[in-house]
């Protein structure tokens, strides 16, 4: 055998070892991957609004509302105010990353796609407060998995296999980068 081959044989039988201890997610995990992803495809409808109004992307008004009213609700969900502002403060930047990037993009060829127009306040903001609920409930859900040392992988192995357009998936990992809390 040559070093070459040992080499190689060796680092397989090690990944394949590591892949082996991987426990699989929990199941509270793709509910909420699945909550984060709806919010994410919202984006694309706010960019076509601000891109209407000549709106800057930065609201920081509405930004500290949105993630009031989330803190405000976190106790019903026995989370804490810190949890929650960390969590939706990322699915914030998440969003206002699709929105640059989509903006960005139109810019680049003068002009935005001849899709339906939804109004931002009163059709769009609706649909994001209600999915509020929906992720204060499922991050409660997959609160005690954040620990594990196991969930960067599982957050990377979901994330990774996730088929969607490539820009979502970018703000999907943004908008899960703190979801884990694990201690080195």
């Not at 070459?4 to 892949?19: D, H, I, Q, V």
């Not at 201890?21 to 706010?46: F, H, M």
């Not at 969590?87 to 935005?112: C, P, R």
Request: charge should be positive; include cysteine.
């Amino acid at each position: 055998m040559t070093l070459r081959f040992k080499l190689c044989l060796a680092l397989s039988t090690a990944l394949m070892a590591t892949a082996a201890e991987a426990s699989p997610a929990p199941e509270a995990l793709t509910p909420l991957l699945n909550a984060i992803g709806e919010r994410i495809a919202l984006a694309n409808q706010v960019a076509l609004s601000k891109w209407d109004s000549q709106k800057p992307v930065e609201d920081r008004q509405r930004e500290r509302e949105v993630i009031a009213a989330a803190v405000a609700q976190a106790p019903a969900y026995k989370l804490t105010g810190e949890t929650v502002e960390a969590f939706f403060a990322a699915q914030i930047e998440a969003n206002k990353m699709v929105q640059y990037i989509e903006l960005s993009d139109w810019a680049l060829e003068g002009k935005a796609p001849d899709l339906p127009r939804p109004d931002l306040v009163g059709e769009i903001r609706p649909q994001l407060d209600r999915l509020q609920k929906r992720l204060l409930q499922q991050l409660a859900d997959f609160a005690p998995y954040r620990t594990d040392p196991q969930c960067p992988q599982w957050l990377a192995r979901a994330t990774h296999k996730n088929k969607q357009h490539p820009i979502h998936r970018l703000a999907l990992i943004r908008a899960t980068g703190g979801l884990c809390v694990v201690k080195n």
